[in-house]
Nanobody, 126 residues
Framework: RVQLVESGGDSVQAGGSLRLSCVGS????????MGWFRQAPGNEREGVAG????????FYADSVKGRFTISQDNAKNTLYLQMNSLKPEDTAMYYC???????????????????WGQGTQVTVSS
C-alpha cells in the first residue's frame, strides 16, 4: 500500500531555515506528481509547492516563491522542501501528497491528490 512519511518539522525563529523530507513507498515514486501542502489552525489546507514528474517542473504558491524549493530524489523515493527566510505566517502542519491524476492546472489543489502523509509541524516564532 502507498505510504508517505514526513519528517523535518521543528520550531525555529523567523529568518531561519528548515528542510522537510517525505519518503514514499508502495508505488512508483517517479511516476506520481508530488506536492507539499500546509494547514494552520482555523485555515483551509493550501498548496505550497508541487513538482511535475515528467519534466521536474516546479510550482509554488506566491506566498513562498523565492523562499521555498521543492525537489525530489527518485533513487531515494524522497521528496524535499527546503524552506528559507521563514516567517511566523509559515507556521502550520505540513503534509506531502502524491497523485497519479494531477494536471498542470491542479498541481497545487489538494483535491487532486490521492495519498497523504501524516504531517510534520513547523513553528516559526518572531
Amino acid at each position: 500500500r502507498v505510504q508517505l512519511v514526513e519528517s523535518g518539522g521543528d520550531s525555529v525563529q523567523a529568518g531561519g531555515s528548515l528542510r522537510l523530507s517525505c519518503v514514499g513507498s508502495g508505488y512508483t515514486f517517479s511516476s506520481y506528481s508530488m506536492g507539499w501542502f500546509r494547514q494552520a489552525p482555523g485555515n483551509e489546507r493550501e498548496g505550497v509547492a508541487g513538482i511535475w514528474p515528467a519534466t521536474g517542473r516546479t510550482f509554488y504558491a506566491d506566498s513562498v516563491k523565492g523562499r521555498f524549493t521543492i525537489s525530489q530524489d527518485n533513487a531515494k523515493n524522497t521528496l524535499y522542501l527546503q524552506m528559507n527566510s521563514l516567517k511566523p505566517e509559515d507556521t502550520a502542519m505540513y503534509y506531502c501528497a502524491a497523485g497519479a491524476w494531477v494536471t498542470l492546472a491542479t498541481i497545487l489543489n489538494d483535491k487532486s491528490y490521492n495519498y497523504w502523509g501524516q504531517g510534520t509541524q513547523v513553528t516559526v516564532s518572531s
